[in-house]
C-alpha cells in the first residue's frame, strides 16, 4: 500500500508542476504551429492566374465553356473571338456584341463568379476595327488582348493601349507564321510601351523546333500571357496530350516561372481529341497541382 501512495503522490506532483510552467504546452504549441505553417507553404499559390481557354471547348458556346472551368476549379477564362454565347444570348463573343448584350454577359459572369482572362487570337485588319476591339476590351473589364498584329498597326496599337490602359501581348502561331521566332520578336518589342508583350504558346515553339524552355528564358523581361500545353512530335503536326505523356517540359517552365515571379496568365489549352476533353483536362489539373506543389517544395 505504501509504494501504491508514493507512485500517487509522485504522479500528483508531476500534474501539479505541468499546470504551473506551461512551457510544455507553449512548446507543443509552437510545433503544432510551424507544422501549420509549413503546409500553407507548401500550398500557396503561384504569383500567376491560372487560366483555361474557351477555344478548347469550341464546339459548344462559351458560357458552357464557363461552366466546364467552373468544375474544373478554374475561375478565369479567355475568350474565344466567334464562339455563339449561349446561355439564351443571342450573338457571339467578339466586339460587335451590342452593349445590353455586353451588360447580359457581364452580369452572368458574375453570378458565376468568373473572370475574363483575355480575349484571343484576334487581329483586326482595320484601323476602326483595332479601335472598335479596345473599346470592346473596356466594357468587358478585360485587361489583356491577344494578338497576332500586322506591323503597320503596331503605332496606333501602341496609343490604344495607352488610352484605354489595356494590355495587348503577341501570340505565337508555328513557323512560318509572322511571330515564331522569338529572337526576331523580341527585337520588335525592344523600343514599344511596356503595356505591349508577348503571349508565349509553349506548344507551338514546339511545333517550329524550338526549345520551349530556352525560348521562355529568351521572352521573360515582356511575358504577359502563356497558352500552356503539352505536345507530341510522334505526329509531324505535334498533338496535343495530357501532360507529361509529351515533349514539352512543363514541370521546368513551371519552375521557371515561379523562379522570375511571373505574374500574368498562365491559360491552359487542350486541342486534343474534343470527345477527350472532359477525361484528358481532369488529368491535366490534377498534374498541374502535383506540379505546383512540386515546385513549392523547393
Same mark, same amino acid.
Given at each position: 500500500?505504501?509504494?501504491?501512495f #508514493? *507512485?500517487?503522490?509522485?504522479?500528483?506532483?508531476?500534474?501539479?508542476?505541468l499546470? #504551473?510552467?506551461?512551457t510544455s504546452?507553449?512548446?507543443?504549441?509552437?510545433?503544432?504551429?510551424?507544422?501549420?505553417t509549413?503546409n500553407a507553404?507548401?500550398?500557396k499559390?503561384a504569383?500567376?492566374?491560372?487560366?483555361?481557354?474557351? *477555344?478548347?471547348?469550341?464546339e459548344g458556346?462559351?458560357?458552357? +465553356?464557363?461552366?466546364?472551368?467552373?468544375e474544373? /476549379?478554374?475561375?478565369e477564362?479567355?475568350?474565344?473571338? /466567334? %464562339?455563339?454565347?449561349?446561355?439564351?444570348?443571342?450573338?457571339?463573343?467578339?466586339? =460587335?456584341?451590342?452593349?445590353?448584350?455586353?451588360?447580359?454577359?457581364?452580369e452572368?459572369?458574375?453570378e458565376?463568379?468568373v473572370?475574363?482572362?483575355?480575349?484571343?487570337?484576334?487581329?483586326?485588319?482595320?484601323?476602326a476595327d483595332w479601335?472598335?476591339?479596345? %473599346?470592346?476590351?473596356?466594357?468587358?473589364?478585360?485587361?489583356?488582348i491577344?494578338s497576332?498584329?500586322?506591323?503597320?498597326?503596331?503605332?496606333?496599337i501602341?496609343?490604344?493601349c495607352?488610352? *484605354?490602359?489595356?494590355?495587348?501581348a503577341?501570340? =505565337?502561331?508555328?513557323k512560318p507564321?509572322m511571330?515564331?521566332?522569338?529572337?526576331?520578336?523580341?527585337? %520588335?518589342? +525592344?523600343?514599344?510601351s511596356?503595356?505591349?508583350g508577348? #503571349?508565349?504558346?509553349? /506548344?507551338?515553339?514546339?511545333?517550329s523546333g524550338?526549345?520551349?524552355?530556352e525560348?521562355l528564358?529568351k521572352?521573360?523581361?515582356?511575358?504577359?500571357a502563356?497558352?500552356?500545353?503539352?505536345?507530341?512530335?510522334?505526329?509531324?503536326?505535334?498533338?496535343?496530350?495530357?501532360? /507529361?505523356?509529351?515533349?514539352?517540359?512543363?514541370l521546368?517552365?513551371?519552375?521557371l516561372?515561379?523562379?522570375?515571379?511571373?505574374?500574368?496568365?498562365?491559360?491552359?489549352?487542350?486541342e486534343?481529341?474534343?470527345?477527350?476533353n472532359p477525361?484528358?483536362?481532369?488529368q491535366?489539373?490534377?498534374? *498541374?497541382?502535383?506540379?505546383?506543389?512540386?515546385? =513549392?517544395?523547393?
Amino acid at each position: 500500500m505504501r509504494i501504491k501512495f #508514493c *507512485y500517487f503522490l509522485q504522479i500528483a506532483a508531476l500534474a501539479l508542476l505541468l499546470a #504551473c510552467n506551461p512551457t510544455s504546452s507553449i512548446n507543443q504549441s509552437n510545433i503544432q504551429n510551424s507544422d501549420s505553417t509549413k503546409n500553407a507553404d507548401l500550398s500557396k499559390p503561384a504569383n500567376w492566374h491560372l487560366a483555361i481557354l474557351a *477555344y478548347t471547348f469550341r464546339e459548344g458556346t462559351f458560357f458552357e +465553356a464557363v461552366d466546364k472551368a467552373k468544375e474544373l /476549379g478554374i475561375d478565369e477564362i479567355g475568350i474565344f473571338p /466567334g %464562339q455563339q454565347i449561349g446561355a439564351r444570348l443571342d450573338g457571339k463573343m467578339d466586339f =460587335n456584341m451590342d452593349q445590353a448584350t455586353q451588360l447580359k454577359v457581364n452580369e452572368l459572369l458574375k453570378e458565376k463568379q468568373v473572370k475574363l482572362a483575355d480575349i484571343g487570337v484576334i487581329s483586326p485588319t482595320s484601323n476602326a476595327d483595332w479601335e472598335k476591339l479596345f %473599346q470592346f476590351a473596356k466594357s468587358m473589364e478585360i485587361p489583356l488582348i491577344v494578338s497576332e498584329p500586322e506591323p503597320k498597326f503596331m503605332d496606333q496599337i501602341e496609343d490604344l493601349c495607352e488610352k *484605354y490602359q489595356i494590355k495587348l501581348a503577341i501570340h =505565337n502561331h508555328a513557323k512560318p507564321s509572322m511571330y515564331w521566332n522569338p529572337d526576331s520578336l523580341m527585337i %520588335q518589342l +525592344a523600343d514599344k510601351s511596356p503595356l505591349i508583350g508577348v #503571349c508565349a504558346d509553349v /506548344g507551338h515553339w514546339l511545333r517550329s523546333g524550338l526549345d520551349p524552355l530556352e525560348s521562355l528564358k529568351k521572352v521573360e523581361s515582356r511575358l504577359m500571357a502563356l497558352h500552356f500545353k503539352d505536345v507530341s512530335m510522334e505526329s509531324a503536326d505535334g498533338l496535343d496530350v495530357v501532360w /507529361g505523356s509529351g515533349n514539352i517540359p512543363t514541370l521546368d517552365l513551371m519552375q521557371l516561372l515561379k523562379e522570375n515571379n511571373f505574374s500574368g496568365v498562365l491559360s491552359i489549352e487542350y486541342e486534343g481529341d474534343l470527345k477527350e476533353n472532359p477525361a484528358a483536362l481532369k488529368q491535366i489539373m490534377g498534374i *498541374y497541382k502535383n506540379q505546383l506543389e512540386q515546385i =513549392n517544395l523547393q
